[in-house]
């Protein structure tokens, strides 16, 4: 991978295939039983699974499900298709819905106790990837920030509130029809600018 | 606000179907925060104590007859025009590379007690025989087949009998091998020869199955650290991974404990085809990580069975 400088660009689709195929290798090994391999995986997407787990849930359980992700991957890691997505989406998937299992096991929680518990960001070993990550989050939140006020609102409190769309609608004063719609929409164009945006020039 | 938990439709549920994973794990980005350092600790300690569970190899005689019947059933499938076709890397014709398996197959019998040993050098793999070859070329493919399933034939009958013993020592061409690790070498030249009767017909290659490399890649990985000296005397070996993908790998820790060395990583037929002398090591796709020589040397080393 090249290394980000002031003023080059960055080319999104050449880094995501490079990303991906390094993953591929590297689930490859872990399917060859290689826990080296899991380590490296864990090194790099650690602090992602367990931030999403911890938006979710208390401190302690978060550290449960990241530890789940990673120990579910080693048991299958088949069950990753790289044509589908990368493995950073898919373990992030997969820790979203471990939390919201934990929730749905132990009861209600407000999203707001939750966040409560949010630490400091983390870094991220891999240096062109935690680039990539952190270019790519900037140019999301600046993207997230330029939707319209509705669909920014309805994502907002749909994926950082972890709300469900009925409850969306009832926050936002909508039906839940059109609460949805505006989820759909915002994130449908929040990845159409990602991927249309194919160089970045580095700041 | 409470999240409503039950009859849950929300943006996980709908988010695939949707097509917006990719933008939530990017917005999870935000949320990125260090897990306690214990937790990495703790998860490598549970994957040691439920190591992968890799295709369980075949026990040698099987993997013998499996390759035979393998090489059987495609030699039913050529016509007329393939037998003379050449076999590559080889200057026989397929034809003469049957010829060829059966005085190797008949030297194998040999050492077994099961019959004469073929005239000629038993130190020359490629040069034994000759005579018995030629006269093979004066008749059929068909009888060449036959001879050759006949005493093929025998040694799996051999290894299905009382008077198999796995551990007895068989010397092949000069390699100190055991009865089982002898029949293993075996089953792996009939792997190549097939290969190779494929491409020289113009066949698709047919991979082996999972126990089969299993067993064979087994063999040649926990062979290396002993052949390594044979390719470099100055070459000391040291502790090193080798992880071979694919279905039939798995991961080897070879050349003793201690602090990692190296690491090599690629694809197990890949490899066994390294072994067996189909690919150059210089060409082999592959990851190194650490003492690049000692890799080149322990892939030189592979190859050291084949001839």
Same mark, same amino acid.
């Given at each position: ?150 669909? &920014? ?51 | 606000?409470? &999240? ?153 009958? %051999? ?33 190549? %020869? ?16 999972? &126990? ?96």
């Amino acid at each position: 991978m090249c290394s980000p400088r002031r003023g080059r660009a960055l080319d999104f689709a050449a880094v995501f295939e490079t990303t991906i195929d390094w993953e591929r290798q590297l689930v490859a090994r872990v399917e060859a039983g290689d826990d080296a391999a899991l380590a490296t995986i864990y090194d790099q997407y650690g602090a992602l699974v367990h931030g999403i787990a911890l938006r979710l849930v208390g401190s302690d359980t978060a550290a449960d499900i990241c530890q789940e992700v990673f120990v579910s991957l080693w048991n299958q890691p088949d069950r990753w298709d790289p044509s589908r997505g990368s493995l950073r989406t898919f373990l992030a998937m997969i820790a979203r819905r471990r939390a919201i299992d934990h929730l749905r096991s132990s009861g209600r929680r407000t999203a707001n106790e939750q966040r409560a518990h949010r630490a400091a960001p983390a870094i991220v070993p891999n240096v062109d990837e935690a680039a990539l990550a952190l270019v790519a989050g900037d140019g999301i939140r600046a993207a997230l920030a330029g939707l319209p006020d509705p669909q &920014r609102r309805a994502i907002e409190l749909a994926y950082f509130n972890g709300l469900t769309f009925r409850q969306v609608a009832e926050a936002t004063g909508s039906t839940e029809g059109t609460a949805k719609s505006r989820i759909r929409l915002g994130l449908r164009r929040l990845g159409e600018q990602l991927s249309i945006t194919e160089s970045v020039a580095w700041q | 606000m409470n &999240r409503d938990i039950d009859g849950l439709d929300d943006l996980d549920s709908r988010a695939s179907e949707w097509g917006v994973a990719p933008v939530l794990a990017a917005l999870a980005e935000s949320d990125a925060t260090s897990p306690p350092a214990s937790i990495r600790s703790r998860l490598l300690e549970r994957v040691a104590a439920s190591p992968r569970a890799h295709a369980e190899p075949m026990p040698p005689g099987e993997l013998y007859a499996s390759r035979v019947a393998a090489l059987q059933s495609l030699l039913a499938e050529l016509d007329d025009d393939d037998w003379g076709c050449v076999a590559s890397p080889y200057e026989w014709t397929v034809h003469g590379l049957i010829a060829h398996l059966l005085v190797i197959e008949q030297y194998s019998a040999a050492l077994l007690g099961l019959g004469a040993m073929p005239l000629g050098d038993a130190g020359d793999h490629l040069a034994l025989g000759a005579d018995a070859i030629a006269a093979e070329l004066e008749g059929s493919p068909q009888a060449t087949v036959e001879h050759w399933s006949a005493v093929a034939q025998s040694i799996v009958d %051999h290894v299905g009998s009382d008077r198999f013993d796995p551990d007895a020592p068989m010397s092949m061409h000069g390699w100190p091998f055991s009865v089982s690790s002898g029949l293993v070498a075996r089953a792996f030249e009939l792997w190549t %020869h097939t290969d190779d009767i494929c491409r020289a017909t113009g066949r698709d290659t047919r991979s082996a199955g999972p &126990r089969e490399l299993r067993t064979m890649s087994s063999f040649s990985v926990s062979s290396l650290p002993f052949l390594l000296p044979s390719v470099d005397p100055d070459l000391p070996m040291a502790p090193t991974r080798v992880v071979l993908t694919g279905s039939g790998g798995g991961t080897f820790d070879i050349g003793g404990r201690g602090e990692r060395a190296a690491l090599v990583v690629t694809d197990v037929v890949d490899y066994c085809r390294v072994v067996a002398r189909r690919i150059d090591p210089g060409e082999l796709e592959r990851t190194v990580e650490g003492d690049t020589r000692l890799v080149a040397g322990l892939l030189e080393a592979s190859r050291a069975f084949a001839v």
